[in-house]
C-alpha cells in the first residue's frame, strides 16, 4: 500500500491565484472528507462506461475524486488537492497522491484514460488545467470530463463548493480541440433543485456542519444513487440545455501529437 506523496508546488499551482483556490476548496472539504464513507465505483451510474473505458494497457489517473472515485482503486493513479483525501485513498488500496491539476507530477504521455469529474472549475489557471491534462495523455488516450454550465446560472452554491467558473459547452469544446482531443459523445444533467430553499439549507450544514451533515448523507447517498438515472451519452458534442447544469464529455486524444 502506498502511502500518498507529500504537497507539492510549482510555478503553476504554488502561488496566486492557483494557490488561493487550492487552500480555499481544502478548507470546505477536508472536514467533509473526514466524516464521509468510501464508496465502490460501481455505485455510480458513470461504471458502465468506465469499465468499458478500462485500458488494457497503460496507466489510467483520477483527478480530484474525493472519495467518491469513478475508477478503481486497485491499479489507478489519484491526484487530490485534498491531503485527507488522497491519504483516505491510499489507505484503501489506491496510489494516491496530494497536488493540482495545473501542476499534475506525471510525465509526458503517461496515462492512457483520464477521468476529471467537477474538477477544472475549481482551478484559477484553467489553461494550465487543459494544457496539463493534454500534455499527460497518450496517443489515443481517453478523457471523461464533466464541468458545471452557463456563467450566468452562478449562485451561492458555486460560491459555497468553491467553483471558479462555469462552462459554455462550445467554448468548451473549442479549447478541447486546440489541445488535440476529439470529443466522441457527451451529455447534459443535474437539473435544478426542485426545493432552492432546502438545497440552501444543505449547502449550510455542509459548510459550517460537515460532521452533522456527512452523517446524514453518507445514510441518503446509497439510496440515492440507487435511484439514479442511466447515463445517456449522444455522439459528439451535445446542444445546450437551458434545464441542464453539467456537462459530461468522453473525448480522444490525436493520434499525432506535435
Known amino acids: 500500500m502506498t502511502a500518498p506523496a507529500p504537497p507539492f508546488t510549482s510555478p503553476a499551482s504554488g502561488r496566486g491565484e492557483n494557490d488561493a483556490a487550492l487552500a480555499r476548496n481544502c478548507r470546505f472539504y477536508d472536514p467533509l472528507w473526514h466524516a464521509a464513507d468510501l464508496l465502490p465505483p460501481e455505485s455510480f451510474n458513470t461504471w458502465p462506461l468506465i469499465r468499458t473505458l478500462l485500458p488494457a494497457t497503460g496507466r489510467r489517473l483520477e483527478i480530484g475524486p474525493g472519495l467518491r472515485p469513478r475508477l478503481p482503486l486497485a491499479g489507478t493513479d489519484f491526484l487530490d488537492a485534498s491531503l485527507v483525501a488522497a491519504s483516505r485513498l491510499a489507505r484503501a ?26 474538477v477544472i472549475e475549481h482551478v484559477a489557471d484553467d489553461a494550465a488545467a487543459f494544457a496539463e491534462l493534454a500534455r499527460i495523455a497518450a496517443p489515443r488516450a481517453a478523457l471523461l470530463l464533466s464541468v458545471p454550465l452557463d456563467p450566468g446560472r452562478w449562485s451561492r452554491f458555486d460560491d459555497t463548493v468553491g467553483h471558479v467558473r462555469r462552462y459554455r459547452i462550445e467554448a468548451l469544446g473549442a479549447r478541447l480541440a486546440t489541445q488535440g482531443w476529439q470529443v466522441e459523445a457527451s451529455g447534459t444533467f443535474g437539473l435544478r433543485p426542485r426545493f432552492p430553499g432546502l438545497a440552501a439549507l444543505g449547502m449550510w450544514f455542509l459548510a459550517h456542519r460537515p460532521a452533522r451533515a456527512m452523517r446524514w448523507y453518507n445514510r441518503l447517498l446509497p439510496g440515492i444513487l440507487r435511484r439514479q438515472a442511466p447515463l445517456v451519452l449522444t455522439p459528439g ?21 506535435n
Open 93 to 118: 488500496g489506491g496510489h494516491a497522491v496530494r497536488g493540482s491539476a495545473a501542476a499534475l507530477p506525471y510525465p509526458d504521455r503517461a496515462f492512457a484514460l483520464i477521468v476529471a469529474l467537477d
Open 237 to 257: 458534442l451535445t446542444s445546450p440545455d437551458a434545464r441542464a447544469d453539467e456537462v459530461l464529455l468522453l473525448a480522444r486524444r490525436a493520434v499525432t501529437l
